[in-house]
């Protein structure tokens, strides 16, 4: 791999192609993953590479709902694991949920490649520090994250193919799913089957963006961040009345502002 000078402007975003790259190399990311990648930095791009206004609320939403819900999941596909597995474990040691490998292109290898990443990652970041503000035993938090996916016994109903392939455990009887990255017709059976769910997805416009129940229009690893930050300095947040078109709405404002001032 390449050394990226410290001084480089772009050094966050190559770091990211890098790890897109590794992970391509070791058979972990679907083929069409750098797409989606790419598709991800271009809308990056419109919104200025930065958490906007719209995005921090959906964030402190997002947060709120994820205190009250009674059993969430943090869903993570190939993409997600390479960028911002750490931060997803993170997040989960917090919350104190699961985090399913749940795919689109499924295949025993990725699951169990990414399922062992994981493990990598969750035994790093139980030895790394804790969340400023964090109460409580933190490795022994992050440690106790069930990592999920690798024997589907569940079906969620409403769609085709193995990516309906589940956990019962885990997004089975999930009341909120996290899921980055989503695709539409997954989002929309899950909330057709009556459970809430909190998509990351930089494209406003995508079919997942509005069919989620709350829509971060951010980038995974800000979008993790952010939400773990509002966890532990704001741990009584309540769910408000969310309106996602409007705040869909809003995100497409910000986005031609920031053009207009560029
Ligand atoms: O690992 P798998 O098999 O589950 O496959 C994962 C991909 C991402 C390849 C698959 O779900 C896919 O093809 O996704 P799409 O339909 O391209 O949608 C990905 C969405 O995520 C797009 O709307 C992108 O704008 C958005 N996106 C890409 N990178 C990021 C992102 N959103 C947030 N953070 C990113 N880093």
Known sequence: MVE????????????????????????LLAESAMI??????AFDYLLGERTTESAGSAIR??????????????????????????????LAA?????VEVNLYYRSPERVNGLLALLEEQRTLVSNGDEPQGFEGDWRKSVMGVTLLGGSPNFRIEGLEGPRSQCTEEGIGSADLILVPLEDGDRCEALVNLG?????????????????????????????????????????????????????????LVEIAEYLESN
């Open 4 to 27: 990226i000078p410290e001084s480089h402007p772009r050094k966050r975003s190559l770091l990211s192609r890098q790890k897109i790259v590794e992970g391509s190399l070791r058979g």
């Open 36 to 41: 989606a990648h790419g598709r991800g930095e």
């Open 61 to 90: 939403e997002a947060a709120a709902r994820l205190t009250a819900a009674n059993h969430p999941v943090i869903s993570v596909n190939g993409n997600t694991v390479l960028l911002a597995g750490k931060r997803a474990l993170r």
């Open 94 to 98: 917090v919350l104190g949920c699961a």
């Open 195 to 251: 459970k809430q769910v909190v998509v990351i997805d930089l494209n406003p416009l995508s079919r997942s963006s509005k069919m989620a129940t709350v829509t971060i229009v951010d980038e995974v690893s800000r979008a993790f961040e952010g939400i773990l930050s509002e966890l532990v300095t704001n741990p009584n947040c309540i769910p408000t009345e969310w309106d996602n078109a409007s705040a869909l709405r809003e995100s």
